[in-house]
């Protein structure tokens, strides 16, 4: 938010340092009010269902209340404390951040080799440095070899001139650390601007050099260079090394990059007086949450993750020097030492009451003008925004602890981890029992969004082309804790499936007794799904898609209550469109149009009422718009949708039937097969002797209006028997599944004499074009010559079109067989 409105002033050609801190959060605010309710609009359109009378601001009074607490609580237990270290420093923002606030990206940048003359030696003695920062020379403290080094060992104890310093001299040093490998060899240490020179200095007792101001300037340290920035100094100090005759060389040379998460600049490595969280006394309690299984992170190759952090943490600076956040809770004595006389109290009063007791009623304070870092108001989120610290409060009380967060993986650290430190810190436990990470939303080629690349899907958008339904739906086949590419090739699928379902719908209402017809409806009302006796006694299709139901559910429930959502969504896709649209609505039309049974009608109304409704119910956390409109438009609808009843578990299933039908299935797919292989139009009707043992046959000939109407059979010369048919040479013959074959008259669906003919001028033509990629591939100049992919290209060619060749042939000497049997 703050980097979005000093953009906005910068377009106004205004600077944040211009406006004043007062003037400069008044325009915070008035964004914040203008613009900060456009994500609780998107997901109220996403369709959350929460209490919004509930939402909370990190800044509203109790929050702050919470937060000014939780520094004080923090501070007398000696967990907070201000000090001079090395931060991560934002120059654009004026500010330091956190390491976790600092993304790193490998690009392309310069290597700079340069002479550091040794004092008291001749013109060849020197050392020849390799750096990718050459402006922060000026800070130099040292230089380092590696103590096993001959080539340098002959320097160490001695002095090096630092290039354009007017002869400062700064001691070599032998240091294991150093990597004899990298560049020269030898390394400049420059404590104040580098973490892991930090570090080597605090070691070896070495003085710290600052050479930048806050705004990435060069300042006073830096000499005739001062007031340059960073990386006009950086051009301007190898153009003189060229002319004084210290530059050796410079070569290309990739590097990890730091830069702001937040504006994209690099972050510059500086030592400033900062507020700082002692970490390892609260990592250690959420460490022991896991190990003691107290909380749970899924997916659980997180916690690993989770451990490794948590065991290798460092403190956490916490201030930032900005002009919108929660102020840190410090006040100053004028005229004293900010590092020794300090105040913390929780309003300006008490700040100054406390002085007045210390230093007499005249005494003068001001407030510390850093903010906190708005991820430390954050990590308190699960219990301030129920009212702590009033521990009786009733929210407090009622809600706290709660059960699961869900949140993004890329704030695990940020968020999660400081949330579960500072909930055990604060109230003795866990905020939450179980974490669940999901992936982040990429586009359709898996980068990360960004204005830069225009490559942002705004879901408002989204929801107005595709439907809320159908983006809920593709969010949430996501894999747990891995990123989705987001194309819109997904929402038209899913858009596809609201439609479907919507039209599924339809259909059902479209068939159901009319409103009045009480005796129908009394028949329909009648069955029951819920008992063995009342499912086994269910004709075949209603028996199998009953009990297809009933395994559903029991799989769908298990994996909600396991959190996996996406396999919940996959298992109700496949079962509503391959199983319930694709073959039970299509086999209830034989019982609603064809049958003429009324009985036969009632089962397959109340079958497809039954198994929509529970779909609806299935489906609603994932599309809770159109499967509450269709829920509300089936009769005798006594409560809405959204708090209806769950589905029970564990209801009666027929695995025997299940199988059965499968193989009613498999027929009707081999004979939609060989009526597609012969181009047969779908409206004609063909005869069929279907072959099987009397077992299969009882139940395959139960449903032959089924069959006939799914496979496109003439029903009146559909026969069933034990052995093949007499024509059984005139026919083509399928094999369904074991002990399960068709045979399907030749003459029913094709001219014989006429097909051979196609086919044959058909070879021809594809003989021709083989021999043709085949002549391209023989010739030595074209696949030594032509491109790679290009040869691949006709080898694949080749290899199906000699494959479609085969297949004609096979077919035309089939057919050709069958002609000379008719003669």
Excluded at 569 to 579: S, T, V
């Amino acid at each position: 938010m703050l980097l979005v409105v000093e953009r906005m002033l910068a377009a106004e050609g205004v600077k944040r340092a211009d406006l004043g801190r007062d003037e400069f959060t008044k325009r915070v605010w008035e964004w914040k009010q203008k613009y900060g309710g456009t994500i609780t609009n998107q997901i109220k359109r996403l369709g959350a269902s929460c209490d919004w009378t509930r939402e909370r601001f990190t800044l509203d009074e109790q929050l702050s209340r919470a937060v000014v607490e939780a520094f004080i609580r923090l501070h007398e237990k000696g967990l907070i404390y201000q000090g001079s270290y090395m931060v991560n420093w934002s120059p654009n923002l004026q500010t330091a951040v956190s390491d976790l606030e600092v993304e790193y990206s490998e690009e392309p940048g310069t290597l700079y080799y340069i002479k550091y003359r040794v004092a008291g030696g001749s013109k060849s003695d020197y050392l020849t440095i390799a750096t990718t920062r050459p402006e922060t020379l000026f800070g130099d403290t040292a230089v380092a070899v590696n103590p096993q080094d001959e080539r340098y060992a002959k320097f160490i104890g001695k002095q090096a001139i630092v290039p354009l310093t007017f002869g400062r001299h700064v001691p070599i040093l032998s240091d294991k650390y150093v990597d004899k490998d990298f560049g020269t060899g030898v390394l400049k240490i420059s404590p104040g601007h580098d973490h892991n020179d930090y570090l080597l200095a605090r070691k070896l007792g070495l003085p710290i050099l600052n050479v930048m101001n806050k705004d990435g300037t060069l300042n006073e340290v830096a000499g005739l260079y001062a007031g340059l920035d960073r990386f006009e100094a950086r051009k301007k100090l190898w153009s003189d090394l060229e002319e004084t005759g210290l530059a050796v060389k410079k070569e290309a040379h990739t590097s990890r990059v730091p830069r702001s998460q937040r504006g994209g600049e690099i972050i510059e490595p500086l030592v400033s007086k900062q507020w700082f969280v002692s970490m390892e006394p609260l990592a250690e309690r959420a460490l022991e949450a896991v190990s003691k299984g107290e909380l749970t992170i899924m997916p659980e190759r997180f916690e690993k993750i989770y451990n490794h952090w948590l065991s290798n943490i460092k403190d956490w600076c916490i201030s930032r020097q900005l002009w919108w956040g929660h102020r840190i809770p410090v006040w100053y004595v004028s005229g004293k030492d900010c590092e020794e006389e300090y105040i913390v109290a929780r309003s300006h009063r008490e700040a100054l009451s406390k002085a007045q007791e210390k230093y007499g009623k005249n005494v003068e304070i001001y407030q510390d003008p850093d903010v906190l870092d708005t991820w430390f108001s954050s990590s308190l989120w699960p219990f301030s925004t129920l009212g702590w610290p009033d521990e009786s409060a009733e929210d407090f009380k009622r809600f706290y602890p709660t059960s699961v967060l869900e949140t993004g993986h890329d704030i695990l650290f940020f968020w999660v981890a400081r949330m579960v430190m500072m909930g055990i810190e604060f109230t003795g436990t866990v905020p939450f029992s179980n974490v669940y990470l999901h992936g982040l939303i990429r586009d359709s080629q898996g980068r990360k969004m960004s204005k830069t690349l225009g490559n942002v899907i705004d879901p408002l958008d989204t929801i107005a082309e595709y439907g809320t339904d159908a983006l809920r739906f593709t969010l949430a086949l996501g894999t747990a804790g891995q990123d989705l590419n987001l194309s819109m090739e997904r929402l038209t699928s899913n858009k596809a499936f609201t439609n479907k379902l919507w039209n599924a719908g339809k259909f059902i209402l479209r068939n159901l007794p009319h409103q009045d017809d009480t005796l129908a409806w009394e028949a329909l009302l009648a069955h029951k799904f819920d008992k063995v006796e009342s499912v086994v006694k269910l004709p075949l299709p209603e028996c199998w898609v009953v009990s297809k139901l009933h395994v559903l559910v029991d799989e769908v429930t298990a994996s909600y209550e396991k959190l996996f959502f996406g396999d919940v969504g996959r298992e109700i896709y496949d079962f509503f469109w391959a199983d319930f649209a694709d073959w039970y609505i299509e086999v209830s039309k034989a019982r609603l149009y064809h049958s003429g049974d009324h009985s036969v009608a009632s089962v397959s109304q109340a079958a497809l009422l039954y198994i929509f409704g529970s779909i609806l119910k299935l489906l609603h956390p994932f599309m809770p718009f159109v499967t509450e409109e269709l829920w509300q438009a089936l009769p005798s609808r006594q409560e809405a949708l959204i708090v209806s009843a769950w589905p029970p578990t564990s209801l009666p299933r027929d695995i025997d039937s299940i199988k059965k039908f499968e193989n009613l299935q498999a027929l009707t797919r081999a004979i939609r097969n060989v009526r597609a292989e012969y181009a047969v139009e779908p409206a004609k009707l063909i005869s069929a002797s279907i072959v099987a043992n009397p077992d299969v046959i009882q139940y395959i000939s139960g449903e032959r209006e089924v069959l006939a109407l799914l496979s496109r059979l003439d029903l009146g010369n559909v026969n069933f028997a034990e052995a093949p048919p007499g024509d059984a040479n005139q026919s083509v013959h399928v094999v369904a599944s074991e002990g399960l074959e068709a045979y399907l008259p030749l003459s029913d669906m094709v001219d014989i004499s006429a097909e051979v003919q196609r086919l044959s001028k058909r070879l021809v033509k594809m003989q021709a074009e083989y021999d043709g990629l085949m002549a391209r591939l023989s010739s030595s100049s074209f696949v030594e010559k032509a491109p790679e992919d290009i040869v691949r290209g006709v080898r694949e060619k080749a290899a199906e079109a000699e494959e479609k060749l085969t297949l004609t042939k096979n077919r035309l000497n089939f057919l050709k067989s069958k002609v000379l049997i008719a003669n």
